[in-house]
Nanobody
Framework: QVQLVESGGGLVQAGGSLRLSCAAS????????MGWFRQAPGKEREFVAG????????YYADSVKGRFTISRDNAKNTIYLQMNSLKAEDTAVYFC????????????????WGQGTQVTVSS
């Protein structure tokens, strides 16, 4: 069973930065497509950033392009989300996701989830 553990959330002022981590167990990096989603209060969970199968390409939601960077360390079975120039609208619980190959990487309907980490941006 896939286990995903997020960390790195917290409270930051607008314009600041945070780096989220997601540590995976199992054979996740050899069999899954990894990504980040977020869910703000009263809103649906939405795609933030993700890798293609094999990790060769990265994809971002328009709202975070140029500010967020997704990366990975295969030796540590960990993916990261570097978040810069944070805005109040980035406030949400951020979730790590692992899904099978061939599934839409932007859909929140698929895959396994971590417990989430809270990111709060004060304006």
């Amino acid at each position: 069973q896939v286990q995903l553990v997020e960390s790195g959330g917290g409270l930051v002022q607008a314009g600041g930065s945070l780096r989220l981590s997601c540590a995976a167990s199992g054979r996740i990096f050899s069999s899954s497509v990894m990504g980040w989603f977020r869910q703000a209060p009263g809103k649906e969970r939405e795609f933030v950033a993700g890798f293609s199968w094999g990790g060769g390409n990265t994809y971002y939601a328009d709202s975070v392009k140029g500010r967020f960077t997704i990366s990975r360390d295969n030796a540590k079975n960990t993916i990261y989300l570097q978040m810069n120039s944070l805005k109040a609208e980035d406030t949400a619980v951020y979730f790590c996701n692992a899904r099978p190959r061939g599934v839409d990487i932007t859909s929140a309907r698929f895959g396994s989830w971590g417990q989430g980490t809270q990111v709060t941006v004060s304006s």
